[in-house]
């Protein structure tokens, strides 16, 4: 039968040529692990593009366009962990079966998850370029949003890109905990408890720092009522 428009486009064959065959797999299970990081990649993927574009766009001034793109960036890295939650319904040893299948494979040679972690800090020249223009620290902006809404907007879009970064390399910590443990090492010799260090790791430490000082600039009052623009 001849191949559909879709087939074509998508590449049906190809794509679906890619796993194991069950009679190939280690386990019942090796197919859904194959999947579900194959699925990851795609994801990185995107993320990497929109990335690219978003970097492009602030270069070029296109605040509003940024932030578009971070927005997407940001929306599949809060979905990735609910693609890697399906790998819990694997057991623990039968994931090990997989596990020796990878040789001495790991996830941290993940060229997708690698590249985001080397292209997050990159986006922070071309937004301090945009705040400099405007003669703004970070504090001011927070202070002046509605006479500079665009550039807080994309502030808010990067704080949320770190913390979103954050959020899923905690949450692959804890599906490693369920799956191998902490107190192991990987198959590459790297201890687990690694995975920890980090996700610590900061893209944009001064736009955390910044709410900080917001805080410290405020004060306290008991007389509390809307905090107007500064008007720098």
Known sequence: MAKTDYEKYIN???????????DEASCDEEMTFQ?????????????????HQADTYMREG??????EKLNRVNMHLEHLPAVFDMVKVISPRDYHTIRLALGRGSGQDSPGFNEILRLGPTLWEPFEALIKKENLSLLELHENKSSYFALFQLMQT????????QSF??????????????????????PAQMLERGAKFEFYPHLWQAISDLTDATGTSYDPKPLADKNK
């Not at 999947?35 to 990335?51: A, D, G």
């Not at 990067?158 to 970064?165: M, V």
Request: aromatic residues 6%; hydrophobic residues 45%.
């Open 12 to 22: 049906t064959d190809e794509l679906l040529a890619l796993q194991v065959t069950e």
């Open 158 to 165: 990067l704080t949320r890109f770190d913390e979103c970064f």
């Open 169 to 190: 390399r905690h949450q692959h910590i804890q599906l490693v905990r369920r799956m191998i443990g902490l107190n192991t090492k990987s198959l590459k010799g790297v």
């Open 35 to 51: 999947v579900i990081h194959q699925i990851s990649e795609l994801h990185f993927k995107l993320i990497i593009q929109y990335i």
């Open 62 to 67: 296109g605040v509003e366009r940024a932030v």
